[in-house]
T-cell receptor
Framework: AQSVSQHNHHVILSEAASLELGCNYS??????LFWYVQYPGQHLQLLLK??????LVKGIKGFEAEFIKSKFSFNLRKPSVQWSDTAEYFC??????????????FGTGTRLTIIP | DVKVTQSSRYLVKRTGEKVFLECVQD?????MFWYRQDPGLGLRLIYF???????EKGDIPEGYSVSREKKERFSLILESASTNQTSMYLC????????????FGQGTRLTVV
């Protein structure tokens, strides 16, 4: 079955530490990949997306992600985190349903806590 | 700015009631989605719609139905609410091309007692 996996459920880091959050998907066709963030009490919002071209994409607030097709992965990275990065992070993949329609599918999310 | 508005921020309903959750978007988006968000389970797709009167089941459609009579409005219906439907419900919309990001509403926290 098509799915999106995030293996880190809760990550705790100190400020200035480097971050990498894992995301894997299972789907053999062309995919469009996204990372969304949900700050406490706020809407989900887009961090970055990949749909073609350079597999290393840069997003807002210093985040980047690398698409590795052979590993079905789209990991999120940030070289130096800040306390304000405390949030929940969701990987999402635009899959194609059995009826040929776009179906935006999310992973289970990773809660990131940054300790000042 | 794209706006996705959900009619209620908080709702409390009784078991067995019929519940309507409304969502309106103002950007003429073709696609609209309903998710529920539960701790440790992320966002799970209930139903989505790719055009007026067109809908497709998501991953957890049981106990829910939807209606899209107008392009800007997408309603989620709980036919007979149960306590296991207590959750945060999120509506989203996007343009048809699948490279486009989805925009989310603020969510409706539904409690079924």
């Amino acid at each position: 079955a098509q799915s999106v996996s995030q293996h880190n459920h809760h990550v705790i880091l100190s400020e200035a530490a480097s971050l990498e959050l894992g995301c894997n998907y299972s789907y053999g066709g062309t995919v469009n990949l996204f990372w969304y963030v949900q700050y406490p009490g706020q809407h989900l919002q887009l961090l970055l997306k990949y749909f073609s071209g350079d597999p290393l994409v840069k997003g807002i607030k210093g985040f980047e992600a690398e698409f590795i097709k052979s590993k079905f992965s789209f990991n999120l990275r940030k070289p130096s985190v800040q306390w304000s990065d405390t949030a929940e992070y969701f990987c999402a993949v635009n899959l194609i349903s059995n009826f040929g329609n776009e179906k935006l599918t999310f992973g289970t999310g990773t809660r990131l806590t940054i300790i000042p | 700015d794209v706006k996705v508005t959900q009619s209620s921020r908080y709702l409390v309903k009784r078991t067995g009631e019929k519940v309507f959750l409304e969502c309106v978007q103002d950007m003429d988006h073709e696609n609209m989605f309903w998710y529920r968000q539960d701790p440790g389970l992320g966002l799970r797709l209930i139903y989505f719609s790719y055009d007026v009167k067109m809908k497709e089941k998501g991953d957890i459609p049981e106990g829910y139905s939807v209606s899209r009579e107008k392009k800007e409005r997408f309603s989620l219906i709980l036919e007979s609410a149960s306590t296991n439907q207590t959750s945060m419900y999120l509506c989203a919309s996007s343009e048809a091309a699948n490279t486009n990001e989805a925009f989310f509403g603020q969510g409706t926290r539904l409690t079924v007692v």
